[in-house]
């Protein structure tokens, strides 16, 4: 499966997308904000998306 993972969390995209490739698939791009999605989605479309329900949120 071809998959792309929107996640702001350096640490946390990078966690998820060595784990989503052990598991064989395929992660088709990173992105840390929507903007950055979109871009890549203009390449290419993947078969899900993985993305942040807080992106770009402060912790309060």
Do not use: C, F, R, W
């Not at 791009?29 to 993985?50: E, M, N, T």
Request: proline residues 2%; glycine residues 6%; without cysteine.
């Amino acid at each position: 499966m071809q998959i792309l993972v929107v996640e702001d969390e350096a640490i946390i995209a990078l966690y998820i997308g060595m784990t989503l490739q052990e598991a064989g698939h395929e992660v088709v791009g990173v992105a840390s904000s929507l903007d950055d999605a979109v871009k890549l989605l203009d390449q290419k479309i993947p078969d899900i998306a993985l993305i942040d329900i807080n992106l770009g949120k402060d912790e309060e």
